[in-house]
């Protein structure tokens, strides 16, 4: 069964560097998401990207945030310069139409120091 | 604003009693609701969905809309159910969902 797969699986980064997270979505899926969730709180939405742009955003999703598509299958979330605070499990998830299911990964889990 | 409240932040069932995770919502709109879950050391999957009107594993959830509610339902736990459980809402606008923050359910044997 085909899966959403998130690579690193942990990285552990000092405040001020730059981190990328990548995402392979599903072959056929359209639509492209990434979430967080800092320890203990609850699932928070960042990102939604649909035809290569961002449809939606949150607050969090601030200028250090951006997302790309490089390659046609590779789905990335950069943080430009770390802060403690961005510290947690980031998932990428997607899905094939508007109101189809949405598939999440296994997470990405950030520690910045 | 849109908002999911799931009150219990942990829950413990014993074996064969029934059980109810309570997830309650606030949206002015016509919200879709889900219920995902995350087993341990597993991502987190779709459990089921209001519009599907099906019963997975076992649950059920009814949208209740005079009570803005969509309380996840199993009449007898089974030890495999112990999971986190995350209850989510999508507007009829946009693409976002939004999470509570979620029951941890233990099933004693």
């Known amino acids: 069964e085909p899966e959403v797969t998130q690579t690193p699986s942990h990285q552990v980064t000092q405040m001020g560097q730059e981190v990328i997270l990548r995402c392979v979505p599903i072959?056929?899926?359209?639509?492209f998401y990434w979430y967080r969730q800092i320890l203990g709180q609850k699932v928070e939405f960042l990102v939604s990207f649909y035809n290569n742009e961002i449809s939606e955003k949150s607050e969090i999703f601030d200028d250090q945030f951006s997302v790309e598509r490089p390659d046609g299958s590779n789905f990335t979330l950069k943080i430009r310069s770390t802060k403690l605070e961005d510290s947690a499990m980031y998932f990428c998830?997607?899905?094939?139409?508007?109101?189809?299911?949405?598939?999440f990964g296994e997470g990405s889990r950030l520690t910045v120091l | 604003a849109q908002r999911v409240t799931q009150p219990e932040k942990l829950l413990s069932v014993f074996k064969g009693a029934p059980v109810e995770l309570k997830c309650n919502y606030s949206?002015?709109?016509?919200?879709?609701l889900f219920w995902y879950v995350q087993y341990s050391r597993q991502r987190l999957q779709l459990l089921l969905r209001?519009?599907s009107r099906e019963s997975i594993k076992g649950f059920t959830a009814d949208l209740n809309k005079g009570e803005t509610s969509f309380h996840l339902k199993k009449p007898f736990a089974q030890e495999e159910d112990s999971a986190m459980y995350y209850c989510?809402?999508?507007?009829?606008?946009?693409?976002?969902?939004?999470f509570g923050t979620g029951t941890s359910l233990t099933v004693i044997p």
């Open positions: 209001h519009i």
């Open positions: 949206y002015s709109g016509s919200p879709e």
């Open positions: 072959s056929n899926h359209l639509y």
């Open positions: 998830a997607s899905k094939q139409t508007n109101t189809g299911e949405l598939f």
């Open positions: 989510a809402l999508k507007k009829m606008t946009g693409n976002q969902f939004y």
